[in-house]
């Protein structure tokens, strides 16, 4: 039989999250009220529009939530297990592999690259990595040491 200090935590997280869950959906309806608003405006401007033209952004998930993933402590550890410099494609790759991004999705490939390089050029500002030219009009990455 379980406690009964444990049996009360339990249910009161329950509580707490079926409240979460009740408050997200009133707010997911409420948005799809101001999207049908908006699309009704946008129809009265421009009757012909194509709703499905107007895609929405992907979102990416935060690369440093509360902790859990550090971008330049990834990058500096993955540069110090490899002795041969990198490209930021394939270091954005590693990335999305440790984030549990898909890495055939070219998009999100491209918009991760750039945060990576965003990275990697604050990490040269601090003298931690460098650059060289390598192949084409590629950079090599690689710790110094």
């Not at 935060?62 to 041969?84: A, C, D, K, V, Y």
């Not at 990275?119 to 090599?140: C, D």
Request: overall charge positive; charged content about 25%.
């Amino acid at each position: 039989m379980a406690e009964p200090h444990v049996l009360s935590g339990l249910k009161a997280k329950r509580v707490e999250i079926a409240s979460q869950i009740e408050g997200l959906q009133l707010h997911i309806r409420q948005l799809a009220i101001d999207l049908e608003n908006i699309d009704a405006t946008l129809r009265i401007f421009d009757p012909s529009i194509d709703m499905k033209a107007i895609r929405a952004r992907r979102r990416l998930p935060p690369l440093q939530n509360g902790g859990r993933f550090n971008i330049g402590r990834f990058l500096l550890t993955t540069f110090r297990q490899t002795s041969e410099p990198t490209t930021s494609h394939a270091l954005a790759l590693l990335v999305m592999g440790e984030m549990g991004l898909k890495t055939t999705d070219v998009v999100m490939v491209g918009t991760m690259m750039k945060r990576v390089q965003g990275r990697l050029r604050r990490l040269r500002e601090r003298k931690l990595v460098r650059s060289m030219p390598g192949p084409g009009q590629v950079n090599l990455w690689e710790v110094v040491r």
